[in-house]
């Protein structure tokens, strides 16, 4: 017999994280998807893997620590799919726990489990729980909000230093994650000048460690020029509007079918519950209602806008989804305040119900996909990315030298190939004359004898990325180069668009 609340919390606290990282992993874990930015680091943890560094070998836009991980885990399993996903598993998973923990200082242990399930159920999305910074630094953020909340209740400056610690290690995933460092500082260092200081040095020595090791490795100068790129680059081709929808979205809005258009909604939540907590919390306390909790919860409130502010200026849904733990809590625990104790009974077991219907269906999908040995391990492969990895495997053998262009990067990891460039994607609408003409030369100086092109159109730029310089759209002189030297030898229709294996002009009579 458990004999005491807290420990009944703790347990339960456990079989949730264990049962969310089973359930996230079955869903995702070793499963092939080929298109996606997820190319990016699995191929820079392979990378990694064999000796090389993000922005001294190879092109990088955000933090290097993603890079890391995958490299670490890419070495230590034989660049094995299988392990290499973990993190995201991981991430995903602790975030539920996250929402549990959060809930249950408030709220029994029924009513937080019921909050945590539901907001596992929405997070599982099939296509996105795949390797990203955008998780790493999520799930680290999320634990320093945690250790800041537990220092300042229990004055632990050890806490507030562990805080500091993995904010700049989320920040080493996605620099900008960093702006969550002002709020929290403010509230540690209230009427507690040791609070914000213990967290302060936290961080500073996980800044130190990162820039000793990337000193140590010659990398630190070259992430300096990836920043100032990112910084002069990025930000107009990536910028979204707030709640920005991904290709297709806003389609359902205008369908009859009221399924749709309820998805759509559903969909927007990662935009919608940040504003609901920060304006129905600031209303509740406006009003004078039960302000016991004001002191701990009012300071969660500009912590939520920062983690919003993250992810500028890609403010899709899809971003926001990953900073979505906290307000997911706070509008939970919002809900909790404002109903009555059987409301909040029906209404838990209608979500609860919903959420295990949700859960159980995409783990049915899951059944659907078949086992396949591919050059990264055993894998489930839904058909159509199978068929057309076994269209390029057919070419293209391992260690062959290849270029992917201009954004299906996975392909070199997946096919154990050779990039004789240090840009694994080039972003239409993005990248700068001057990137093209270091390509072009890089392509002049080693050239491989394999290119996978991709044809997007220039209104398929602008869907996915609608800021882009309309003078990129094409990346017209590396377009041209490949054009000019490579002969196509197959066309293969993926999931989400088609491909052109291309082969060099002077090797393909070459055996």
């Known amino acids: 017999m458990i004999p005491n609340w807290k420990e009944r919390k703790g347990l339960a606290g456990a079989a949730l994280f264990v049962f969310s990282f089973l359930c996230l992993y079955w869903v995702a874990g070793d499963v092939l998807h080929l298109f996606g930015d997820e190319g990016i680091y699995l191929q820079g943890g392979r990378l990694v893997a064999l000796g090389q560094q993000p922005y001294r070998d190879f092109f990088a836009i955000t933090g290097p620590l993603s890079f890391w991980m995958e490299g670490v885990l890419a070495s230590w399993s034989g660049m094995s799919l299988a392990v290499m996903r973990l993190p995201p598993i991981f991430d995903a998973a602790f975030l539920a726990y996250a929402v549990y923990y959060l809930t249950s200082r408030y709220t029994g242990v029924l009513y937080s489990g019921g909050t945590a399930i539901a907001f596992l159920a929405y997070e599982v999305r099939l296509r996105q729980l795949n390797v990203n910074h955008r998780w790493d630094s999520a799930a680290l953020a999320m634990g320093a909000i945690v250790l800041a909340r537990h220092a300042k209740l229990a004055k632990n400056p050890w806490c507030a230093a562990a805080s500091g610690f993995l904010l700049v290690a989320a920040a080493c995933a996605t620099p900008s994650m960093l702006v969550v460092a002002i709020p929290l500082l403010i509230w540690c260092g209230w009427h507690d000048t040791r609070g914000a200081m213990a967290l302060a040095g936290g961080g500073t020595a996980a800044a130190a460690i990162a820039a000793a090791y990337l ?47 309820l998805g759509f909604w559903f969909s927007l939540l990662p935009a919608i519950f940040p504003l609901a907590a920060i304006a129905g919390w600031a209303l509740y306390f406006r ?26 200026p890609r403010w899709s849904s899809d971003a926001l989804l990953h900073t979505l733990s906290l307000s997911w809590f706070l509008c939970a625990l919002l809900f909790y305040r404002l109903t009555a104790a059987w409301q909040r009974r029906w209404f838990c077991v209608v979500a609860v119900l919903a959420s295990f219907a949700s859960l159980g269906g995409k783990a049915m999908t899951a059944t659907d996909y078949a086992p396949r040995e591919t050059r990264v391990g055993n894998v489930r492969a839904p058909f159509d990315e199978s068929e057309f990895l076994a269209g390029m495997e057919k070419w293209i053998r391992p260690g062959d030298s290849l270029f992917s262009f201009p954004y299906l990067m996975s392909v070199y990891y997946f096919l154990d190939a ?4 240090s840009y694994s994607f080039m972003q239409p609408g993005m990248m700068t004359a001057e990137d093209e003409g270091r390509v072009i030369g890089q392509l002049q100086a080693a050239p491989p004898r394999w290119v996978i092109y991709e044809n997007f159109p220039p209104e398929a730029v602008l869907a996915i990325w609608p800021g882009s310089n309309p003078m990129q759209l094409t990346l017209p002189e590396v377009s041209s180069y490949v054009h000019a030297h490579y002969r196509p030898v197959d066309t293969l229709i993926g999931p989400w668009g088609r491909v052109v294996v291309m082969q060099n002009n002077a090797l393909a009579s070459v055996p």
């Open 418 to 421: 050779r990039n004789p460039t």
């Open 287 to 312: 009003r004078g209602r039960n302000r016991g909790d004001f002191a701990e919860i009012a300071p969660l409130l500009p912590v939520t806008a920062a983690l919003v502010l993250s992810t500028w």
């Open 215 to 261: 000193q140590s490795e010659h990398a630190l100068l070259p992430l300096i020029h990836a920043m100032l790129w990112t910084s002069a680059n990025y930000t107009q081709a990536n910028r979204v509007f707030y709640g920005g929808l991904p290709l297709g979205g806003v389609a359902g809005l205008e369908s009859g079918n009221w399924l749709v258009q």
